[in-house]
């Protein structure tokens, strides 16, 4: 069942009702001000950092659920509802919420009042800016009363939501003409506030949250709006709120229009007040609200927004036989990499925005399907990342991106996270041939005494992975690698204990994590990832160290054929008592993902390749996705950790695991199976499962980090429930992963050190596809003929009309137009 329907021209998703089965959302903001919102307008802003400057408040995991937004509540003589039906639920006479690119509008109809509110974050401004056009469509006049509302959150939200026996008594606000100000804490050590205004007169207000909504009453019916009035109340301590009231008459066919602003300002310390000493100096916060106090201010915001995702979104554009993927390339999937590479796993509807902050191998990830849309950007996130790594190689496994500093509480010693460093630094100079940023000075732990190249960041790395290294010659597994799930030096049996920074004592002494667990996963991401940092070196001359480092590559491929291959599939890791995992050998958890496409695409061994990709097949492979491992853990194993502890189907235990699933994807492809590539791909595509929304629950729009697997429910009697149902939308590293995956892989346009290659692995019954990019300058016209019906080989190029060698289209600096003609064969 879908619950509404993808508008393509206007680069829309529009959900025809308010009850979708899960809250809907989009972001809006794409720099420093970021807010949430789903499709009946819950959600949350925050500037920078979801957990320490959060500015409205929203409370996780309530009943009902998404609970906490921007509202607006109408009482049209005692009928009282909200545009998008929420938290009133008035039935609504029509609905809409269209999610667009870093906008939302949501329209709502009620006894023949229309209120189409739109939402969006301008761009190089911090404040969310909310257009409400409330139009009587009716045939005689209509007078009605109109409130806003916002709650504060105390700005960092952790403390927010715990530590109410000071919280109660620190809110505080002012107000002046139409703006609220929140002001908590301005008086002493922050130098910041936030503000809500509208740009027309306003008949009341309130800022005191049991004046407004009642203390036994709710979001769904607050005394005021019931009372018909305001209480003109000011907070003092407790809970501060912004809502303005406003009593409108509209003729009939008449319409009105409001411009609101919720923005946040940042003051310097000497400039925070007025001469006495206490009111906010409004400077800053007047000039925004200037802004955009218009409907033609706002509409050319507007215009201003769409022009920046014409421009981002016209870099990659396809044109292939299947609407679908041509959705989601072209708009979606690119559109959930931006907000992945902006808040990596921080907040979403699942995460909390306390529990993250940017992590290492997850932002590393994430731009590898950014890079292209703003390639200084990505330099900028890249240079923050390193410096929060370790002089050894290490890294902070998260930082917080208000600081910047690496996260202590996490720690470090996940296996992987210098691998992903190579591999999104390689992406950006692929992308830009900016070979400069491996000269540019990087801090090691964020001290900048410690600064040294970007190159030597890399060199670290990769010898990070060589020098712990386990018995069989395989990277050590540490705390856990890319699975954060698989804690083999764990051992916990105490509740409470997080797997991913708990130490157990056997292994203090050994520095905190086991000399004999090693990961197979680590080793063939290593061997995938270790050519990039060769073809570095060579570009640079330095032939011997990339001799050397190759020698590494190619050790690690012997040992992975020698100590890893289990016969039909590549295992998973050695565990703490150096016991197989991942083997036929083992009870359970036989298989498992993560390591196969890493080492398929390293061109360890044909046969292994053949097999594994058979393997992958039967074992894993479900019309929802692939499973992380089969058979699915139906205990705890001790010695593996929180992998064990998630039921069967669900998560890193036997869940589709979208992220991963993207490998097998690239994997297939690269290997020239582009039909089983595509199969893998179309089964977890969100465009794909529109039709079954129902099941899916989360957005058909973008990418979720997991899908219920072929086990869920198998330990309850119900093996198949929750098969095939979504969660955790948005923040995952299936958008970067799948980004690359369809383009890079099946459509083959991957840039390379050398120019921009194009190798297609697609379906062998399409007839081609074209395609436009812009690269380093210059913009590819890309046609693919496919007349024998293959899936993969490049049997001829022509460039401008010569023929070319191979299927790198070599670089030509200041060319700005390159047509590229392939046919397949
Ligand atoms: C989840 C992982 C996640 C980790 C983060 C685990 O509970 O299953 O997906 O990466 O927490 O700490
Ligand atoms: C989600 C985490 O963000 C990511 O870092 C990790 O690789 C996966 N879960 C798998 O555990």
């Known amino acids: 069942m879908k619950f509404g329907h993808f508008d393509d021209a206007n680069r829309e998703y529009v959900i025809e009702t308010p009850r979708t089965p899960y809250p809907w959302i989009n972001y809006l903001g794409t720099q420093g001000f970021f807010s949430l919102i789903s499709n009946t307008a819950g959600g949350y802003s925050f500037y920078k950092d979801a957990r320490l400057r959060r500015i409205t408040?929203?409370?996780?995991?309530?009943?009902?659920?998404?609970?906490?937004?921007?509202?607006?509540?109408?009482?049209?003589?005692?009928t009282i509802w909200n545009p998008g039906w929420s938290p009133v639920k008035t039935e609504l006479d029509s609905y809409e919420c269209r999610h667009g690119m870093g906008y939302t509008i949501i329209t709502g109809k009620k006894n023949d009042l229309k209120a189409q509110v739109t939402f969006f974050v301008p761009q190089d401004y911090d404040g969310e800016v909310q257009q409400v056009v409330l139009t009587n469509e009716g045939s005689a006049p209509k007078t009605f009363k109109f409130w806003s509302f916002a709650e504060w959150c105390l700005w960092d939200a952790q403390d927010d939501c715990t530590n109410f026996q000071r919280n109660f008594s620190t809110g505080r606000v002012e107000i002046k003409d139409s703006t609220i100000y929140h002001k908590t804490e301005y008086r002493d050590r922050r130098n910041h506030f936030a503000f809500y205004s509208v740009n027309d007169k306003i008949d009341g207000y309130d800022t005191d949250r049991d004046t407004f909504i009642g203390l036994y009453n709710g979001f769904h019916n607050p005394q005021k709006v019931l009372d018909g009035t305001c209480g003109n109340s000011l907070a003092d301590g407790w809970s501060p709120i912004a809502s303005h009231y406003k009593e409108i008459t509209l003729a009939a066919g008449e319409s009105k229009t409001l411009v609101f602003v919720l923005g946040y300002v940042e003051m310097p310390v000497e400039q925070k007040f007025e001469a006495d000493g206490k009111t906010i100096n409004k400077e800053k916060a007047l000039a925004m609200i200037e802004k955009y106090n218009t409907p033609e201010k706002f509409a050319a915001g507007m215009k201003e927004l769409r022009?920046?995702?014409?421009?981002?979104?016209?870099?990659?554009?396809?044109?292939?036989?299947?609407?679908?993927?041509?959705?989601?390339?072209?708009?979606?999937?690119?559109?959930?990499?931006?907000?992945?590479?902006?808040?990596?796993?921080?907040?979403?509807?699942?995460?909390?925005?306390?529990?993250?902050?940017?992590?290492?191998?997850?932002?590393?990830?994430?731009?590898?399907?950014?890079?292209?849309?703003?390639?200084?950007?990505?330099?900028?996130?890249?240079?923050?990342?390193?410096?929060?790594?370790?002089?050894?190689?290490?890294?902070?496994?998260?930082?917080?991106?208000?600081?910047?500093?690496?996260?202590?509480?996490?720690?470090?010693?996940?296996?992987?996270?210098?691998?992903?460093?190579?591999?999104?630094?390689?992406?950006?100079?692929?992308?830009?041939?900016?070979?400069?940023?491996?000269?540019?000075?990087?801090?090691?732990?964020?001290?900048?005494?410690?600064?040294?190249?970007?190159?030597?960041?890399?060199?670290?790395?990769?010898?990070?992975?060589?020098?712990?290294?386990?018995?069989?010659?395989?990277?050590?597994?540490?705390?856990?690698?890319?699975?954060?799930?698989?804690?083999?030096?764990?051992?916990?049996?105490?509740?409470?204990?997080?797997?991913?920074?708990?130490?157990?004592?056997?292994?203090?002494?050994?520095?905190?994590?086991?000399?004999?667990?090693?990961?197979?996963?680590?080793?063939?991401?290593?061997?995938?990832?270790?050519?990039?940092?060769?073809?570095?070196?060579?570009?640079?001359?330095?032939?011997?160290?990339?001799?050397?480092?190759?020698?590494?590559?190619?050790?690690?491929?012997k040992v992975m054929m020698e100590s890893a291959w289990d016969g039909n599939w590549f295992m998973r890791a050695y565990d703490a008592y150096g016991k197989k995992m991942g083997s036929k050998e083992c009870e359970e958890g036989q298989i498992f993902i993560e390591p196969q496409g890493f080492a398929i695409m390293s061109d360890i061994d044909k046969d292994a390749t053949k097999k594994t990709l058979a393997a992958i097949d039967e074992r894993l492979n479900t019309k929802h996705g692939l499973v992380l491992n089969n058979p699915a853990f139906s205990k705890y194993y001790i010695e593996y950790g929180e992998i064990s502890t998630y039921p069967g189907?669900?998560?890193?235990?036997?869940?589709?695991?979208?992220?991963?699933?993207?490998?097998?994807?690239?994997?297939?492809?690269?290997?020239?199976?582009?039909?089983?590539?595509?199969?893998?791909?179309?089964?977890?595509?969100?465009?794909?499962?529109?039709?079954?929304?129902?099941?899916?629950?989360?957005?058909?729009?973008?990418?979720?980090?997991?899908?219920?697997?072929?086990?869920?429910?198998?330990?309850?009697?119900?093996?198949?429930?929750?098969?095939?149902?979504?969660?955790?939308?948005?923040?995952?590293?299936?958008?970067?992963?799948?980004?690359?995956?369809?383009?890079?892989?099946?459509?083959?346009?991957?840039?390379?050190?050398?120019?921009?290659?194009?190798?297609?692995?697609?379906?062998?019954?399409?007839?081609?596809?074209?395609?436009?990019?812009?690269?380093?300058?210059?913009?590819?016209?890309?046609?693919?003929?496919?007349?024998?019906?293959?899936?993969?080989?490049?049997?001829?190029?022509?460039?401008?009309?010569?023929?070319?060698?191979?299927?790198?289209?070599?670089?030509?600096?200041?060319?700005?137009?390159?047509?590229?003609?392939?046919?397949?064969?």
């Open 57 to 78: 408040r929203y409370r996780y995991n309530n009943v009902p659920i998404d609970m906490g937004g921007r509202y607006f509540y109408i009482n049209d003589n005692g």
């Open 307 to 557: 022009a920046y995702w014409d421009k981002l979104l016209g870099i990659l554009n396809v044109n292939t036989p299947e609407d679908k993927v041509n959705r989601m390339v072209n708009i979606w999937n690119q559109y959930q990499c931006m907000v992945t590479f902006n808040l990596s796993r921080s907040a979403s509807y699942f995460e909390s925005g306390i529990g993250r902050g940017m992590g290492f191998r997850d932002s590393n990830q994430d731009i590898l399907g950014f890079v292209h849309q703003i390639p200084d950007r990505a330099r900028e996130r890249l240079i923050d990342i390193a410096s929060t790594q370790l002089p050894d190689g290490g890294c902070y496994h998260q930082y917080q991106p208000l600081t910047k500093k690496g996260n202590a509480d996490i720690g470090g010693d996940f296996s992987d996270d210098p691998l992903w460093m190579i591999l999104s630094v390689s992406a950006y100079i692929k992308e830009t041939g900016d070979w400069s940023i491996l000269d540019a000075k990087v801090p090691y732990d964020n001290d900048e005494s410690k600064a040294k190249s970007m190159l030597d960041h890399l060199t670290v790395s990769f010898y990070h992975i060589v020098n712990n290294l386990g018995p069989h010659g395989l990277p050590l597994a540490m705390r856990a690698d890319w699975n954060d799930c698989i804690n083999l030096s764990c051992f916990s049996d105490t509740p409470g204990e997080s797997f991913q920074t708990y130490t157990n004592p056997k292994f203090k002494a050994e520095g905190g994590y086991s000399k004999v667990a090693e990961s197979v996963f680590v080793a063939a991401l290593f061997t995938y990832v270790g050519p990039n940092f060769v073809g570095i070196l060579n570009h640079l001359g330095k032939v011997d160290e990339a001799a050397k480092a190759q020698e590494q590559i190619d050790k690690m491929k």
């Open 649 to 825: 189907g669900y998560k890193e235990n036997a869940g589709i695991f979208t992220h991963n699933n993207a490998w097998i994807i690239c994997a297939a492809a690269y290997a020239g199976e582009g039909d089983q590539a595509f199969k893998y791909y179309s089964e977890i595509a969100p465009a794909y499962t529109e039709e079954t929304s129902d099941l899916h629950k989360t957005e058909p729009y973008v990418y979720g980090q997991m899908i219920g697997g072929k086990d869920a429910g198998s330990d309850i009697g119900q093996t198949g429930k929750n098969f095939g149902q979504g969660k955790n939308s948005w923040l995952t590293g299936t958008a970067a992963w799948n980004m690359v995956a369809i383009s890079q892989y099946i459509l083959g346009i991957q840039p390379d050190f050398d120019g921009l290659k194009v190798d297609p692995s697609i379906p062998a019954n399409w007839d081609g596809f074209t395609a436009t990019r812009l690269f380093r300058g210059a913009k590819y016209n890309i046609t693919i003929k496919n007349p024998s019906h293959v899936c993969k080989g490049v049997k001829s190029m022509v460039v401008d009309g010569a023929a070319v060698e191979g299927c790198v289209v070599p670089y030509v600096e200041g060319k700005k137009e390159v047509n590229v003609e392939i046919t397949l064969g």
